[in-house]
């Protein structure tokens, strides 16, 4: 079956470092792209950036260009997200998300998604 | 970017209703527009993908169709399960410019 599974709730303090992960199965990992999504609480989707595990090939939206980092490591076929330094405003649930491999760029399969709540 | 404007942004509707949502973006993508499902506490789930491509395992009641710029993800007859919020997705762009519709939050009448 393939999966992505999501590291577990994060509870931080502004100013804060964070990194959580994607863990990819039941797939060649190295092969399809990983995408991330945050949706703000009661908010829509929003598209955050892109990783191909294969190459470490990221595309970052321009919203979060800088903001925040993505990396993966095809060795444990895990994707990761991380934040230097937290803000409020980054209390979210994130997303991360399989690109279908095949000619249609559609977001294939989900994880269950990691809330990161960031609170003094 | 490319901006995907999805209309209405909430549709109260009862079982068995035929109930359409719009998806309009703000330049040409050729078909290349996916639709997902969200219930509350749970992650988005794929619907149609090529704007009328039906994944697998997906009931037939859900439709897509359009071209162009103009998009609709149509529900022939409601069921209980698919009162939750609908959101529409354009992958024509490059990979960092992927973007979300604001969502449809389907409500029971």
């Known amino acids: 079956e393939v999966q992505l599974v999501q590291s577990g709730a994060e509870v931080k303090k502004p100013g804060e470092s964070l990194k959580i992960s994607c863990k990819g199965s039941?797939?060649?990992?190295?092969?399809?792209?990983i995408g991330w999504v945050r949706q703000m609480p009661g908010k829509g989707l929003e598209w955050m950036g892109i990783?191909?595990?294969?190459?470490?090939?990221?595309r970052y939206s321009p919203s979060f260009q800088g903001q925040v980092t993505i990396s993966a490591d095809k060795s444990i076929s895990t994707a990761y997200l991380q934040w230097s330094s937290l803000k409020a405003s980054d209390t979210a649930m994130y997303y991360c998300?399989?690109?279908?491999?095949?000619?249609?760029?559609?977001?294939?399969?989900w994880g269950k998604g990691t809330t990161v709540t960031v609170s003094s | 970017d490319i901006q995907m404007t999805q209309s209405p942004s909430s549709l109260s509707a009862s079982v068995g209703d035929r109930v359409t949502i719009t998806c309009r973006a703000s330049?040409?993508?050729?078909?290349?527009l996916a639709w997902y499902q969200q219930k509350p506490g749970k992650a988005p789930k794929l619907l149609l993908y090529?704007?009328?491509r039906l994944e697998s395992g997906v009931p037939s009641r859900f439709s897509g169709s359009g071209s162009g710029t103009d998009y609709t993800l149509t529900i022939s007859s409601l069921q209980p399960e698919d009162f939750a919020t609908y959101y529409c997705?354009?992958?024509?762009?490059?990979?960092?410019?992927?973007?979300f519709g604001q969502g449809t939050k389907l409500e029971i009448k």
């Open positions: 997705q354009q992958y024509y762009s490059t990979p960092s410019r992927y973007t």
């Open positions: 998300a399989r690109r279908n491999g095949s000619y249609y760029y559609y977001m294939d399969v």
């Open positions: 090529a704007a009328s």
């Open positions: 039941g797939y060649s990992f190295t092969s399809y792209w």
């Open positions: 990783i191909y595990p294969g190459d470490s090939d990221t």
């Open positions: 330049q040409g993508i050729s078909n290349s």
